[in-house]
């Protein structure tokens, strides 16, 4: 178990001077990963006589959650970080002009209803607006 609590050792150090995620999350791998460092030690739990089994079980639990906490922590200093540097980066002017939003063009349909319209006002035809059914039912 030396081994455990300095290899535990080490990837916290690897883990405090990881300097962007993919190393965070490669180091992640190696100690906590599907074959990672403690995965294995879990998986010799088994071999382990049933008195040690469970101080061990504890110790390798803990030494996980250790690191797991440590990962957590470092990923939020890391996107803490990317976010700070985003904001520097990323400064409005409001001295610039504004952006000039685009104008809308009209429907084709409607379009042309306005050229027959100027059409047959260049005709001589006046446009009336009313209802568009006179009759005694409606």
Known sequence: MDS??????????????????????????????????????????????????????????????????????????????AFEARLANDRVDVTLPGRRTERANLHPVTRAMERICEIFARLGYDRVDGPEIEDDWH
Do not use: C, H, M, W
């Open 4 to 81: 455990l609590s300095s290899r535990i050792d080490a990837a916290l150090q690897a883990i405090a001077s990881a300097a962007t995620l993919e190393a965070l999350d490669a180091e992640r791998v190696a100690v906590v990963g599907k074959s990672g460092f403690v995965t294995e030690q879990l998986k010799q739990l088994g071999r382990l006589p049933a008195e040690e089994r469970k101080a061990a079980g504890e110790r390798i639990n803990v030494a996980k959650n250790t690191v797991l906490e440590a990962i957590a922590a470092r990923r939020n200093a890391l996107d803490e970080a």
